[in-house]
């Protein structure tokens, strides 16, 4: 799985041509990581990007990609994971993706037409059943692995007391503003990789702020190496050992985004970031609404 993943949740939303020429523009600059999802209406963009690409020969075949899509909340059930996966397939117009992963750790009725949405229409994710459909799209070879995301430490023990295929991976916020150092101590300990998202904040998103573009500390170091901050944070998250995921559709932001392996951080520079006061970004009740359930789960990631 390359560390370096290409988000593809924009906000606002982004038609399919600018989204097609941005990720074409990503695999020229070298991304071979593409985050997508269901509910980001991006798997159409990726599968004409991705044909564009095989057609110019930025690439040779589609397996020199690490395609990640997601279980919508609508689709948590025992047996709707399956056409789920299937439907994305058809969108992506591909035969397999390399990583599934439940997307959000709700399940969402499916009367639900948009966010945030009325309590009665949220229920706790009944796990055992979901996973099973997981397992069932790995078996069946529609993906290479599954995983999760937005899973709380209580979720991950549940999770690995049912499963027969092990979780790959728990996708979840994580930059120098939110660091997960109790979630990744967990993961490490069971052996699930994580994947950060949002790790510039979610800057100019709806869901996100300016916490981590506009930190201090981050600018401070920037300066002093000739780096933009953006590459601190998001070299900062790489060298605590997971993969990351950040989104940029601008041809010369995608590419620094991507300029952080020839150079590191000091000793001070890490302990400097170690200190940041600690604020979550993207919060479930911001997106759902400040139901009990929901707060619940966001007090825990
Ligand atoms: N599993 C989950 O629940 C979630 C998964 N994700 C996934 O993670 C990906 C990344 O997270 P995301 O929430 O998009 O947030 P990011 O932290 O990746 O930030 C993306 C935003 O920052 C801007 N940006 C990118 N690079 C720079 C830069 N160098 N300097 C200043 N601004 C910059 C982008 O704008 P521009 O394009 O104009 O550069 C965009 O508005 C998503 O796209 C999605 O694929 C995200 C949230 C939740
Ligand atoms: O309304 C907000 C959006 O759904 C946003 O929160 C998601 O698209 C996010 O990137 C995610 O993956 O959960």
Avoid at 1 to 21: D, I, W
Avoid at 91 to 112: A, Q, R
Avoid at 139 to 150: A, C, K
Avoid at 183 to 204: D, M, Q, V
């Amino acid at each position: 799985m390359p560390l370096v993943g290409m988000g593809t949740s924009s906000y606002p939303p982004t038609n399919m041509e600018k989204a097609k020429s941005a990720i074409v523009e990503a695999i020229k600059v070298g991304y071979r990581h593409f985050d997508t999802a269901f509910v980001y209406g991006s798997e159409e963009h990726l599968a004409k990007a991705i044909a564009e690409a095989l057609s110019l020969g930025l690439i040779k075949s589609r397996d020199e990609l690490f395609i990640t899509t997601k279980l919508f909340a609508t689709f948590a059930h025992r047996d709707l994971v399956v056409p789920a996966i299937k439907m994305s397939l058809r969108k992506l117009e591909l035969e397999y993706v390399d990583m599934y992963i439940i997307h959000w750790p709700f399940k969402l009725s499916k009367d639900v037409k948009s966010l945030p949405v009325e309590r009665e229409l949220i229920e706790a994710l009944d796990i055992k059943s979901v996973w099973e459909g997981m397992e069932e799209c790995k078996r069946l070879g529609l993906t290479r692995d599954i995983g999760v995301s937005n899973f709380t430490c209580q979720m991950l023990h549940h999770l690995l007391s049912i499963a027969k295929i092990h979780p790959a991976l728990n996708q979840v916020e994580m930059s120098p503003i939110w660091q997960q150092k109790k979630l990744r101590e967990f993961c490490n300990e069971k052996g699930i990789h994580i994947t950060a998202y949002s790790p510039l904040g979610a800057f100019g998103t709806q869901w996100g702020d300016n916490s981590v573009i506009e930190c201090d500390v981050l600018q401070e170091i920037a300066n002093s190496k000739g780096k933009t901050t953006a590459q601190i944070a998001l070299r900062w998250v790489y060298e605590q050992g997971v993969s990351l995921v950040a989104k940029s559709y601008n041809k010369e932001r995608m590419r620094t985004n991507l300029d952080i392996f020839d150079w590191s951080l000091t000793h001070e520079e890490s302990h400097k970031i170690a200190q940041i006061p600690q604020r979550k970004t993207v919060t479930f009740a911001s997106i759902l609404g400040p139901h009990d359930l929901v707060l619940d789960i966001d007090q825990q990631l």
